[in-house]
Nanobody, 117 residues
Framework: QVQLVESGGGLVQAGGSLRLSCAAS????????FGWYRQAPGKQREWVAS???????TLVGFVQGRFTISRDNAMNTVYLQMNKLEPDDTATYSC???????????WGQGTQVTVSS
């Protein structure tokens, strides 16, 4: 069984920073890649960033230059460093991890990020 637990959300002013963490437990060796989605109220969930076990990263265009995704393999933790936050970044951010054994995506419970103007 796999569990993903996020932390680090909160309320921040525009221009501020937050770092989200996603700690994985269970069969973590069966997971690749990890990443983050977000969903704002009244909007569809959208992919934000991914990182492979090898450390290759991809980020959606509207966060490039502001967000960074990284991972600590020894700690089975993935991070999303968010800088220069904007009110449009307000959303619930959810960590995900894809199974390498079968087509399945594990999800965390989500963490709320609110950016005030």
């Amino acid at each position: 069984q796999v569990q993903l637990v996020e932390s680090g959300g909160g309320l921040v002013q525009a221009g501020g920073s937050l770092r989200l963490s996603c700690a994985a437990s269970g069969r973590t060796d069966s997971l690749n890649p990890f990443g983050w989605y977000r969903q704002a109220p009244g909007k569809q969930r959208e992919w934000v960033a991914s990182i492979t076990r090898a450390g290759d990263t991809t980020l959606v265009g509207f966060v490039q230059g502001r967000f960074t995704i990284s991972r600590d393999n020894a700690m089975n933790t993935v991070y999303l460093q968010m800088n220069k936050l904007e009110p449009d970044d307000t959303a619930t951010y959810s960590c995900f991890a894809n199974s390498v054994d079968f087509p399945y995506k594990y999800w965390g419970q989500g963490t709320q990020v609110t950016v005030s103007s």
